[in-house]
C-alpha cells in the first residue's frame, strides 16, 4: 500500500473512453491528459510556520479535478497513480 508524506495525495486517474471527432476515432497520444479521479491515499498534511500540523481537507474516495500538468506519474504493482499536492487539486465531486 502506498502511503503519501506530508500534504500529497495519490490519486488513481480515471481513464477517458475512445474520442469520437466527426466519426474518427483519435489516437491516445493525440488525446488531453486525464484531470480526473478518485483519492486512494491521503498524506497527514502540512506544517506552518510555528510547527502545528495543518489536517488536509480531501480525503480517501473522493473524486477530484486537478491541473492537466501537475503531479508525479507513478506506477505501483502494474497500476498507474498520480501523486498530486493538495494545492494541485482544483476541485472535488460532491
Known sequence: MLQPIGDRVIVKVKD?????????V?????K????MGEIIAVGNGKRNANGDLIPMS????????FDKYSGTNLKYEGEKYLVLRESD???VVK
Open 16 to 24: 477517458e473512453e475512445e474520442e469520437k471527432v466527426g466519426g474518427i
Open 26 to 30: 483519435l489516437a491516445s497520444n493525440a
Open 32 to 35: 488531453e491528459k486525464p484531470q
Open 89 to 91: 487539486l482544483l476541485a
Open 58 to 65: 480531501v480525503a480517501k474516495g473522493e473524486t477530484v479535478f
